[in-house]
């Protein structure tokens, strides 16, 4: 049981160039969850999923798509990466959308653009 | 619109001694409150979390949290801090539809 996995663990993009970030939960969880990290303001909310085939739009949606094909995976797109977009992204899962239950965090993935 | 705030962004504590780290919020309605652990290089791991009944709340390694409605507040303590304590410490209410909203964190250094 891995619980909540990232891949890749660091990146180094340059300007304009794309990529995707992958999430993987073995924990059958129905909701999913991206979150970037920056120094002095805790974790945002990027987008999240509520299931298979479903997203929604987190507080910093802006240059990021999403998309959770299967219950399991959840990957973060950057189209066009920017400097802005230099951040720790955290992936999360929950076993359903109550406000009580537990969020699970990856690892993080360090992602630097210059 | 909900938000938490931690007014210290770094405390550093001997080892031994006791720890009180704070976090305010705001929140319309009856909040759900977390707080997580991350240790460099990690991620995130729940230490306790709050939802109704007594206001102490009991958590892992050691820490507990008091919820006062009056000054909106759960603040994290532990009675004597050990040096695999040092990280940062993240509050965080929960919102709906089980959506985090967290505060900027606090790092906590220990020294010996």
């Known amino acids: 049981n891995a619980g909540v996995t990232q891949t890749p663990k660091f990146r180094v993009l340059k300007t304009g160039q794309s990529m995707t970030l992958l999430c993987a939960q073995d924990m059958n969880h129905e909701y999913m969850y991206w979150y970037r990290q920056d120094p002095g303001m805790g974790l945002r909310l990027i987008h999240y999923s509520v299931g298979e085939g479903t997203t929604a739009k987190g507080e910093v949606p802006d240059g990021y798509n999403v998309s959770r094909l299967k219950k399991q995976n959840f990957l973060l797109g950057l189209e066009s990466a920017a400097p802005s977009q230099t951040s720790v992204y955290f992936c999360?899962?929950?076993?359903?959308?109550?406000?009580?239950?537990?969020?699970?965090f990856g690892p993080g993935t360090r992602l630097l653009v210059l | 619109a909900q938000s938490v705030t931690q007014p210290d962004i770094h405390i550093t504590v001997s080892e031994g001694a006791s720890l009180e780290l704070r976090c305010n919020y705001s929140?319309?309605?009856?909040?759900?409150l977390f707080w997580y652990v991350q240790s460099p290089g990690q991620g995130l791991q729940l230490l306790l979390k709050?939802?109704?009944?007594?206001?102490l709340v009991q958590g892992i390694k050691g820490f507990e949290a008091e919820f006062k409605r009056s000054q909106s507040s759960f603040n994290l303590r532990k009675p004597s801090v050990h040096w695999s304590d040092a990280a940062e410490y993240f509050c965080a209410v929960g919102a709906w539809g089980n959506k985090l909203v967290f505060g900027a964190g606090t790092i906590l250094r220990v020294k010996s």
């Open positions: 929140y319309g309605a009856t909040p759900y």
């Open positions: 709050y939802f109704s009944g007594d206001t």
């Open positions: 999360a899962s929950s076993y359903s959308d109550r406000t009580k239950e537990t969020q699970y």
